[in-house]
Nanobody
Framework: QLQASGGGLVQAGGSLRLSCAPSGRIFSIERMAWYRQTPGKQRDLVATIASGVTRYADSIKGRFSVSKDNAKNTIYLNMNSLKPEDTAVYYC?????????WGQGTLVTVSS
């Protein structure tokens, strides 16, 4: 129900912008978030935005920023100064009225 896009291959130090939008309208959004996961590891929270407040994992502070377009119900993750350790599948999440929606994931690969 959520479509994530924008992943790809980038060199270390480069930038990418991920987007995530629902296929249909989602009302009463409580929180929008980005997670990432590498093979064999748990899915980790990267950034959240709720009631206008953004929060970030320590590992990406100062390099990534999250934003949203309310009219489009779209969430973005701007990623700068990418590092090889940022390589992962990135997932978007929306929580609305107690329901949790996940995107299908988009792969980000950062080469050294």
């Amino acid at each position: 129900q959520l479509q994530a896009s924008g992943g790809g291959l980038v060199q270390a130090g480069g930038s990418l912008r991920l987007s995530c939008a629902p296929s249909g309208r989602i009302f009463s959004i409580e929180r929008m978030a980005w997670y990432r996961q590498t093979p064999g590891k748990q899915r980790d929270l990267v950034a959240t935005i709720a009631s206008g407040v953004t929060r970030y994992a320590d590992s990406i502070k100062g390099r990534f920023s999250v934003s949203k377009d309310n009219a489009k119900n779209t969430i973005y993750l701007n990623m700068n100064s990418l590092k090889p350790e940022d390589t992962a599948v990135y997932y978007c999440q929306i929580i609305s009225r107690g329901n949790i929606y996940w995107g299908q994931g988009t792969l980000v690969t950062v080469s050294s």
